[in-house]
């Protein structure tokens, strides 16, 4: 019988929560008795909780007593884990990508727009009804009353708070990372420029908080000096993880408007322009590119790095990651020389949809159990939806089971149904973050497309964009993506060729001289 796979989990010393599809259960840590569960749910609250669709982004407060959540239906709703009671429930603008508690119980959210709003913990009906109205610096409404921290022009894919909580490191679909003070998120330090695609996982490691490591769609990961912008060095992984990824994405067919267009266009000519503006304003603002996409049946390999985390054994520190759709975990050394490090790895043979670091080295991996066999027997415990391994020396061995892990593969395995999986769509990542491959790498088989035209170079950012850039064999949109680019990249270069600038409490942070406790000992501004 089908039944849902655990897509996250969060464990402190007192209680180990998981959710699964829509639910959430709450285990005794030691015994490993559920304590609370949703699936216990009758009547309109079960129904409203099937309503709300799988929950698709999750935190949990410093001190483990909340839990906030947000599915398909896009609303923002708080748990007390005490007792599993559901506190409130806001609605927000756009769908989430990421929740994340501060130390003082705020409710940081990024979304699909590219925004990070502020939720306090318990909403205030006077905050609500003062900021009804839309936030004249959001790109969009604000229908909760939330407060803008920023905005990106791109699909926020990753957002973390710093733990000193001065500055907040966003990652989004169009390459971009950037380090924000926070709560003044307007206020930018810098960004690290270097991804060719998509941004989908950043990571402070626990014993080197002055270093960021990010990666996504690109072959490697990347380790940067944040408050500084520079890139330190790649490592190389994606020839590592290839192997073992064994969920394709469907290859898709881009046909652009503007191409299936381009006839009538030329027949209609200024008769377009003449009705320009009418009907607008019954018109929903669209953030997507205006193209059609077909499915073409054949399956191809996407590389989207899931999490990174980290953790210290004895005297070495430790990177882990895994792959959207890939069977195993993935470590290497991060050590103080610029060489290309071992990469090693754990196979479940089943595709890693998640996992947890616990501060010994231990990692509680959440596996899509049922996915199809490959040709050969599978063992027992290939059919477990959880399954723990531990740092030994110089590889991860499988532990015992124990009564947590008994429980999360027994009692906490919940039935679904076929339509129910096909919701969850626990691998849309290998469709959603890739953009237009195949027009992207005829737009860099373009020789005169890889330089900007030079009157638009010297342009200002309020000057008229010649049309010098069709010229050069490059759309509208893809000319402003690449003179967006370029002004970033004079922006960094600015960075480094003047490196002082005051800090959030007018105290610049110099990260040549920055050491990991430094940073852990930062004030709050």
């Known amino acids: 019988m089908p039944r849902y796979p655990h897509t996250r989990l969060f464990s402190d010393p007192h209680r180990l929560v998981v959710l699964s599809g829509p639910h959430i259960q709450v285990l005794n840590t030691e015994t490993g008795h559920v304590l609370h569960t949703t699936a216990n749910l009758t009547g309109q609250d079960k129904d409203a909780l099937i309503k709300s669709g799988p929950i698709r982004c999750s935190g949990i407060s410093c001190e483990g007593r909340h839990l906030a959540i947000a599915g398909d239906d896009k609303r923002l709703k708080i748990w007390d884990l005490e007792s599993l009671a559901l506190l409130s ?308 061995v499988e532990a015992n089971s124990s009564a947590v892990l008994d429980c999360l593969n027994s009692t906490c395995s919940l039935s679904a149904t076929a339509d129910d999986l096909k919701v969850l769509d626990l691998y849309s990542d290998l469709s959603s973050l890739p953009k237009n491959v195949e027009a992207e790498a005829e737009s860099q088989a373009r020789e005169p497309s890889e330089t900007l035209p030079e009157r638009a170079e010297d342009s200002g950012a309020g000057d008229i964009v010649s049309t010098a850039g069709n010229d050069k064999g490059l759309t509208k949109r893809a000319f402003g993506r690449m003179k967006h680019k370029r002004a970033l990249e004079r922006l960094q270069q600015d960075q480094s060729d003047n490196p002082v600038s005051p800090g959030p409490d007018n105290k610049r942070v110099r990260a040549n001289t920055l050491d990991d406790e430094d940073v852990g000992n930062m004030d709050l501004p």
């Open 89 to 396: 429930a806001r609605e927000l603008p756009k769908k989430p990508t990421s929740i994340q508690f501060t130390k003082s119980n705020d409710i940081l959210v990024s979304d699909k727009f590219g925004d990070v709003f502020r939720y306090m913990l318990h909403p205030s009906a006077e905050s609500i009804v003062e900021n009804k109205a839309n936030d004249l610096l959001a790109s969009h409404e604000n229908p909760s009353g939330a407060e803008l921290v920023l905005g990106h022009a791109s699909l926020l894919t990753s957002c973390l708070l710093t733990p000193d909580e001065r500055f907040i490191i966003t990652g989004d679909r169009d390459e971009h990372i950037r380090v924000s003070w926070y709560p003044q998120g307007y206020t930018i330090e810098s960004y690290c420029l270097g991804h060719e695609k998509y941004v989908s996982a950043i990571h402070l490691p626990i014993f080197a908080l002055a270093s960021l490591i990010s990666g996504g769609g690109d072959f490697d990961l990347k380790i940067w000096d944040w408050m500084t912008g520079r890139l330190q060095r790649n490592v190389s992984v994606f020839s590592t993880v290839e192997p073992f990824i064994k969920v394709k994405a469907q290859k898709s067919k881009h046909r652009s408007q503007d191409d299936g267009n381009k006839g009538e266009d030329a027949t209609k000519g200024k008769g377009r322009r003449k009705n320009k503006g009418k009907g607008k304003r019954h018109t929903a603002p669209s953030q997507e590119p205006e193209d059609s996409t077909q499915t073409s049946g054949v399956t191809e390999t996407v590389f989207v790095v899931r999490r990174i985390s980290s953790f210290v054994s004895k005297s070495e520190n430790h990177i882990v990651f895994s792959a959207v759709g890939a069977t195993a975990i993935f470590e290497f050394i991060l050590a103080e020389n610029d060489g290309q490090p071992e990469i090693r790895h754990f196979d479940f043979r089943k595709p890693v949809i998640d996992f947890t670091v616990f501060g010994d080295g231990t990692i509680w991996a959440l596996l899509d159990a049922d996915y199809p066999e490959e040709a050969g027997a599978g063992t027992d415990n290939e059919h477990k939806l959880v399954r723990e391994i531990r740092w030994s020396t110089d590889r991860f």
